[in-house]
Each structure stands twice: as structure tokens, then as C-alpha cells.
């Protein structure tokens, strides 16, 4: 089993930056940042294999969003940038036991899941 807690949501303006947090309870090799909004389905925002560093972004948060990892710490970041209002939602951290590829989007793919940080952005 792991447990993962997120951490780093807030309230911002528009413009504004956060960085989320995500701590896993022992190493764990493939993991991902979700997000869902009031009403809306959970879309994928991002996702890292810990081992090699190699990354996955959703479209609508490429160049804004920065997903990174500190293995020392077991902990997964997410850098938010240019923060906007449609960017508002619950964030959850995920975890998968095996590798994603090019599922990373897909739900089913993670074994593991926190309880979620909100991020909220005001116009």
C-alpha cells in the first residue's frame, strides 16, 4: 500500500503561482496529478515516471505547469504558473504500480490516490 498527501493548495489571483505537494509514503515509480472541477469529469494534468524523470502534461497547462520529483523525499511537486480561473478545482496526487505510457491520462492506470487539495483562482 501507499498513502500520498497532498499538500499546497490556496486561493489565488489570476496570474499567480502555487506548488502543490505530494508525499508518498515509500518510493513508488509512476505517478500523476489529476484535477476536477464543480460539475466537470477528473482530467489528467500531469504525470512523471520518479526513476528517469520523464514528463507528461496535459495541453490546456504546457508551458504554465511544471510536474517534478525529489526521490529523496519521496515527493512529487507540481508548479503552477500563470495561473488562471478555468484552473480552479480539486487537485488529487495518483500513484500506478507499473508504467502508463501513453494511458497517463487514464484513471484506471493508478492503483493509488490522495484526498486532494483545492486550488482556487480568482479573475
Known amino acids: 500500500q501507499v498513502q500520498l498527501v497532498e499538500s499546497g493548495g490556496g486561493s489565488v489571483q489570476a496570474g499567480g503561482s502555487l506548488r502543490l505537494s505530494c508525499a508518498a509514503s515509500?518510493?513508488?515509480?509512476?505517478m500523476g496529478w489529476f484535477r476536477q472541477a464543480p460539475g466537470k469529469e477528473r482530467e489528467g494534468v500531469a504525470a512523471i515516471y520518479t526513476f528517469s524523470g520523464s514528463t507528461y502534461y496535459a495541453d490546456s497547462v504546457k508551458g504554465r505547469f511544471t510536474i517534478s520529483r525529489d526521490n529523496a523525499k519521496n515527493t512529487v511537486y507540481l508548479q503552477m504558473n500563470s495561473l488562471r480561473p478555468e484552473d480552479t478545482a480539486m487537485y488529487y496526487c495518483?500513484?500506478?504500480?507499473?508504467?502508463?505510457?501513453?494511458?497517463?491520462?487514464?484513471?484506471?492506470?493508478?492503483?493509488?490516490w490522495g484526498q486532494g487539495t483545492q486550488v482556487t483562482v480568482s479573475s
Open positions: 515509500r518510493y513508488i515509480g509512476y
Open positions: 495518483a500513484a500506478a504500480r507499473r508504467p502508463f505510457g501513453g494511458n497517463w491520462r487514464r484513471e484506471y492506470e493508478y492503483n493509488y
